[in-house]
């Protein structure tokens, strides 16, 4: 789960417990349980949670903390504006598992808690941080395979199951498995298609239409604002989420790969191609 987040590819292998942010704010672990639960508040403003029912409760954060794990907070004039909770994945000593990112949107905050956040896992020996987010919400997507570089390593279906706040109620909690290597440069931003990519499903007057996907890259759109659809069209939001499931993760159950994401709103697949 992840929400409105971003990073950088700061080289930087040390972190402090509290440190100042290139956008202004200060980003810092948080320990206290009073912390705990001004970030749960938060993780329920953004998500539209129901009153008790955050996305992640204090006690759990608490847990997580007090076992070893990345669970911090960024402030802007004392006032807590994002956090990020993440812990310890396999392959154990290499892998980093960021859980949930929640941030205000529009102002680096994001950024800055994933450059803390890459700072903490390198400053321990880790490698790679790994994530799951909605392959459906395109500036999610664009911020973690352009602007982080990290690249999608499966499709998950109903990965969450039934979900019933705001942002996801009413859809199916299908995901994609992000992994963020930390030592790789950062790809262009701007990929170039090669010639004979093919549009494996196309966004067609705000509706999915599928095309051939035999092409040895494949273009898959993804919706303009997914969330709004869910909200003013759920037919036709339940039709992208259906049709990048068969698409998109039937290209990576194959063993494609995505390589990058053109033009933000559709992602660039490339088949393994074998030689001969």
Not at 83 to 93: D, M, Q, T, Y
Not at 180 to 207: F, K, Q, S
Not at 247 to 256: F, I, K, P, S, V
Request: zero cysteines.
């Amino acid at each position: 789960m992840n929400g409105p987040s971003a990073a950088t590819n700061s080289p930087s292998t040390a972190t402090n417990s509290q440190s100042p942010a290139t956008n202004g704010s200060t980003i810092r672990e948080l320990h206290g349980m009073e912390d705990f639960d001004a970030v749960s508040d938060l993780y329920a403003e953004i998500w539209g949670s129901e009153p008790g029912t955050s996305p992640l409760s204090a006690e759990a954060m608490r847990a997580l903390s007090h076992a070893g794990n990345y669970v911090a907070g960024a402030y802007e004039d004392g006032r807590l504006v994002g956090a990020s909770v993440a812990f310890f994945g396999e392959p154990i000593g290499t892998t980093l598992h960021s859980h949930i990112t929640g941030a205000v949107m529009g102002r680096g905050v994001g950024l800055a808690l994933k450059t803390h956040q890459r700072q903490w896992a390198l400053a321990r020996g880790l490698r790679r941080i790994t994530w799951t987010y909605d392959p459906l919400v395109r500036r999610n997507a664009y911020f973690n395979l352009v602007k982080l570089g990290a690249r999608p390593e499966a499709y998950l279906t109903s990965f969450y199951g039934a979900m019933d706040d705001a942002i996801n109620g009413g859809d199916e909690s299908d995901r994609m498995l992000a992994a963020w290597d930390l030592t790789a440069p950062t790809p262009p931003e701007v990929i170039e298609l090669p010639a004979g990519a093919a549009h494996g499903l196309r966004d067609r007057g705000g509706r999915p239409e599928t095309g051939a996907s035999d092409a040895d890259t494949v273009l898959v759109d993804i919706p303009d604002d997914i969330e709004a659809l869910r909200r003013t069209d759920p037919g036709a939001a339940r039709a992208w989420r259906l049709a990048v499931r068969q698409t998109l993760g039937g290209l990576l159950a194959e063993g494609a790969r995505v390589v990058g994401f053109h033009e933000r709103r559709r992602y660039v697949v490339q088949r393994t191609i074998t030689p001969a």
